[in-house]
T-cell receptor, first 110, second 114 residues
Framework: GQQVMQIPQYQHVQEGEDFTTYCNSS?????IQWYKQRPGGHPVFLIQ?????EVKKQKRLTFQFGEAKKNSSLHITATQTTDVGTYFC??????????FGDGTTLTVKP | KAGVTQTPRYLIKTRGQQVTLSCSPI?????VSWYQQTPGQGLQFLFE???????NKGNFPGRFSGRQFSNSRSEMNVSTLELGDSALYLC?????????????FGPGTRLTVL
């Protein structure tokens, strides 16, 4: 079945450093969604990308959707302690259900 | 607008028992999906309900079942609990389709099976 893989599984950075997580799908996706889950919290929707090659920015966060619509990335510039958490990507299968990646857990050392 | 609510928030059961979890979606949302999350694991999809019908199902045994009512509220039932069922159970609501619409997650029900 369709798989959505994320790397790395964990990332430890010093505050102020940049961070990137990558999401790869075994099949072409119609769209991709990104969620953030803070420690002890629940996933919160960040953004949805739909178009091939799409790039969207939210303050220090930059999201990209690959030209082939099989991969995506989330880049955070100059991380802050408030960025800690697990970042998930999710893409729909042909049946329309979301398949979540295993997530990348970010820790930020002040 | 009120968010997704889940009850109870915490639950302790013993092996062999059964449990029912409840989820109230955001008003106007017709799709409710259920996920299981274990420590260090991603979100494992259980099932999705839309307009009282199960529209999608994950790879979980038949001990896991659910239903949706006419007001879109949903319940999830796990029978014959096993130790491995200990997890955070999250429900998420969306307007129409979880794969194509933003999902709003509830705070989850943390189930511990002893």
């Amino acid at each position: 079945g369709q798989q959505v893989m994320q790397i790395p599984q964990y990332q430890h950075v010093q505050e102020g450093e940049d961070f990137t997580t990558y999401c790869n799908s075994s099949t072409t996706l119609s769209n991709i969604q990104w969620y953030k889950q803070r420690p002890g919290g629940h996933p919160v929707f960040l953004i949805q990308l739909v178009k091939s090659g799409e790039v969207k920015k939210q303050k220090r966060l930059t999201f990209q959707f690959g030209e082939a619509k099989k991969n995506s990335s989330l880049h955070i510039t100059a991380t802050q302690t408030t960025d800690v958490g697990t970042y998930f990507c999710a893409g729909p299968t042909n049946a329309g259900k979301s398949t979540f990646g295993d997530g990348t857990t970010l820790t930020v050392k002040p | 607008k009120a968010g997704v609510t889940q009850t109870p928030r915490y639950l302790i059961k013993t092996r062999g028992q059964q449990v029912t979890l409840s989820c109230s979606p955001i008003s106007g949302h017709r799709s409710v999906s259920w996920y299981q999350q274990t420590p260090g694991q991603g979100l494992q999809f259980l099932f999705e309900y839309f307009s009282e019908t199960q529209r999608n199902k994950g790879n979980f045994p038949g001990r896991f079942s659910g239903r949706q009512f006419s007001n879109s509220r949903s319940e999830m039932n796990v029978s014959t609990l096993e130790l491995g069922d200990s997890a955070l159970y999250l429900c998420a609501s969306s307007l129409g389709g979880q794969g194509y619409n933003e999902q709003f997650f509830g705070p989850g029900t943390r189930l511990t099976v002893l």
